[in-house]
């Protein structure tokens, strides 16, 4: 059937009716960690998915059945792919849908503030081909006010038929519904399904959140919605400022009871047989990922329009930040009690992802931890099985090839950052002249040349 016949048919139906009979077309904006997943969510409950990207790259992976995602097997993709689902740059085939989901990157910029450039540019290609009717969601983490104070306005501004985002009280022909729902996947967690995961949805009028609720309630067990976008965007952000700041506190108590030689992951195993009232969070190298290390960020920056200062967050930020410094120090201690000096020494740092058994460097406390060794003169390599070679990033230019686990004898400290289950402690310690270990990686193994800081 030509695209135009169909959306007409389409769109004498309710959105809701489209939903149930899978006959509403999805539109997928950012084919990366959170947008490839949620297309195959969409895709295994039979919905017709068109993926846009500007990485032509990944379009044309997608488009030989490839995927670029280690969790994500090709087999999944080539499934998805005789479901429906394409992959596209072009903007043009927006029109083609019902729903668009915007799945764009929320990073800081080098001055530490949001850099909403990605949102912005998206909404500025979307804007010419928007339909009266269709339902717009933004999922990237982002500060409240987001949706409402930048999406909005350059959609309005840039569609050709002057269409308006549909208001409280000011639904109408002419208009198009937005929503914010925030992505909370939890990288490497096999224990919670994604389906599992209940999906906040505020919309700006009544009719948003009931459509963007028709539409995640068949890929997710439970919906949950709130008053505004900017309730739900608010949401996202507590969630992880709340890790952000209990995991500095973790990291600022391990530094004490190190001075104190007690254990801090006794006494939180400990803690944690407390029926109510605690929960566990570990200490660690520093923070890494997409989220924790940056999200916190863009609410204390939008607090200072509202002249209010954020301390907790700047303080979780302040000693967060600081774990990265702690390990080297302990890395260069550790060596100085052999009588060996940093500067010269072979370093080899276990685990580049930033966190365990998952492809994400995004952030990894071992790029700073890379760079704060090499700076005093260590000379360092990498092993990742993960990472087979690691180039150039946003923020970083190694260049190195992950060393083979067999030459783990020819390096003067082995320093665990990221504890991928893959790895046999017992059988590094017994074959390293020195292990720092900065993730309680080698618990249950008893040897003198452990650190653990
Ligand atoms: N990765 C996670 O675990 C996670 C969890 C929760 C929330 N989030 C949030 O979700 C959002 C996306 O994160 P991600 O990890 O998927 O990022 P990502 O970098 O893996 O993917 C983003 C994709 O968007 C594409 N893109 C960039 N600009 C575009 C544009 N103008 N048009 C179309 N595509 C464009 C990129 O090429 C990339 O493929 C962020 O706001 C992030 O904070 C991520």
Same mark, same amino acid.
């Given at each position: 059937?030509?695209?135009?016949?169909?959306?007409?048919?389409?769109?004498?139906?309710?959105?809701?009716?489209?939903?149930?009979?899978?006959?509403?077309?999805v539109?997928?904006?950012?084919?990366?960690?959170?947008? +490839?997943?949620?297309?195959?969510?969409f895709?295994?409950?039979?919905?017709?998915? &068109?993926?846009?990207?500007?990485?032509?790259?990944?379009?044309?992976?997608? @488009?030989?059945?490839?995927?670029?995602?280690?969790?994500?097997?090709? #087999?999944?993709?080539? %499934? =998805?792919?005789?479901?429906?689902?394409?992959?596209?740059?072009d903007?043009?085939?927006?029109?083609?849908?019902d729903?668009?989901?915007?799945?764009?990157? /929320?990073?800081?910029?080098?001055?530490?503030?949001?850099?909403?450039?990605?949102?912005e540019? !998206?909404?500025?290609?979307?804007?010419?081909?928007?339909?009266?009717?269709? +339902?717009?969601?933004?999922?990237? /983490? /982002?500060?409240?006010? !987001?949706? #409402?104070?930048?999406?909005?306005?350059?959609?309005?501004?840039?569609?050709?038929?002057g269409?308006?985002a549909?208001?409280?009280?000011?639904?109408?022909?002419?208009?198009?519904?937005?929503?914010?729902?925030?992505?909370?996947?939890?990288?490497?967690?096999?224990?919670? =399904?994604?389906?599992?995961?209940?999906?906040?949805?505020?919309?700006?009028?009544?009719?948003a959140?009931?459509?963007?609720?028709?539409l995640?309630?068949?890929?997710?067990?439970?919906?949950?919605?709130?008053?505004?976008p900017? &309730?739900?965007?608010? !949401?996202?952000?507590?969630?992880?400022?709340?890790?952000?700041?209990?995991?500095a +506190?973790v990291? #600022?108590?391990?530094?004490?009871?190190?001075?104190?030689g007690?254990?801090? $992951? #006794?006494v939180?195993?400990?803690?944690?047989?407390?029926p109510?009232?605690?929960?566990?969070?570990?200490p660690?190298?520093g923070?890494?990922?997409?989220?924790?290390?940056?999200?916190?960020?863009?609410?204390s920056?939008?607090?200072? *329009?509202?002249?209010?200062?954020?301390? $907790?967050?700047? +303080?979780?930020?302040?000693?967060?930040?600081?774990?990265?410094?702690?390990?080297? @120090?302990?890395?260069?201690?550790?060596?100085?009690?052999r009588?060996?000096?940093?500067?010269g020494?072979k370093?080899?740092?276990? %685990?580049?992802?930033?966190?365990?058994?998952?492809?994400?460097?995004?952030?990894?406390?071992?790029? &700073?931890?890379? *760079?704060?060794?090499?700076?005093e003169g260590?000379s360092?390599?990498y092993?990742?099985p993960?990472?087979?070679?690691?180039?150039?990033?946003?923020?970083?230019?190694?260049?190195m090839?992950?060393?083979?686990?067999s030459?783990? *004898?020819?390096?003067?400290?082995?320093?665990?950052? /990221?504890?991928?289950?893959?790895?046999?402690?017992?059988?590094?310690?017994?074959r =390293?002249?020195?292990?720092?270990?900065?993730r309680?990686?080698?618990?249950?193994?008893?040897?003198?040349?452990?650190?653990?800081?």
């Open positions: 059937m030509p695209v135009s016949t169909q959306s007409a048919s389409v769109a004498s139906l309710g959105f809701t009716e489209k939903t149930k009979s899978r006959e509403l077309r539109g997928i904006i950012g084919l990366g960690y959170v947008g +490839l997943p949620l297309t195959l969510l895709s295994e409950q039979k919905f017709q998915v &068109t993926g846009f990207d500007v990485d032509q790259q990944k379009v044309d992976t997608l @488009a030989a059945g490839g995927s670029y995602i280690y969790r994500i097997l090709p #087999e999944e993709i080539a %499934g =998805a792919r005789s479901a429906g689902f394409s992959a596209t740059t903007y043009s085939r927006l029109s083609e849908v729903a668009i989901i915007i799945c764009v990157p /929320t990073p800081l910029n080098e001055h530490h503030e949001p850099d909403l450039s990605y949102i540019n !998206t909404a500025k290609a979307m804007a010419p081909h928007l339909r009266s009717g269709q +339902l717009v969601v933004l999922e990237s /983490t /982002t500060y409240p006010g !987001t949706t #409402e104070e930048v999406l909005i306005p350059i959609l309005e501004k840039g569609n050709r038929s269409l308006k549909a208001r409280a009280g000011a639904a109408g022909d002419n208009t198009f519904y937005v929503a914010f729902s925030p992505e909370r996947e939890d990288p490497g967690n096999t224990q919670v =399904a994604r389906r599992d995961i209940p999906k906040v949805i505020g919309g700006m009028e009544p009719l959140t009931q459509y963007a609720s028709a995640y309630s068949s890929i997710f067990n439970r919906v949950v919605p709130v008053s505004s900017a &309730t739900a965007e608010m !949401t996202k952000l507590l969630e992880n400022i709340y890790r952000c700041v209990n995991i +506190l990291n #600022e108590l391990k530094l004490l009871s190190l001075r104190m007690i254990d801090i $992951f #006794e939180i195993q400990a803690a944690s047989t407390k109510f009232g605690f929960q566990p969070f570990y660690g190298p923070l890494g990922g997409h989220c924790i290390p940056i999200d916190p960020f863009y609410l920056w939008k607090a200072r *329009e509202f002249d209010f200062h954020t301390r $907790f967050i700047e +303080l979780a930020g302040e000693i967060n930040s600081g774990m990265p410094y702690h390990v080297v @120090a302990s890395v260069t201690k550790a060596l100085n009690q009588r060996q000096p940093i500067n020494a370093v080899l740092v276990l %685990g580049l992802a930033y966190k365990k058994d998952i492809d994400d460097l995004r952030e990894s406390p071992s790029l &700073t931890i890379i *760079e704060l060794l090499q700076n260590a360092v390599s092993n990742d993960f990472f087979p070679s690691v180039g150039r990033g946003r923020k970083y230019d190694l260049q090839k992950s060393t083979p686990l030459k783990i *004898e020819d390096f003067d400290c082995v320093l665990i950052v /990221t504890d991928h289950s893959s790895y046999d402690y017992a059988d590094i310690v017994r =390293a002249r020195l292990v720092v270990d900065s309680n990686a080698t618990r249950g193994v008893d040897a003198d040349n452990i650190v653990r800081c």
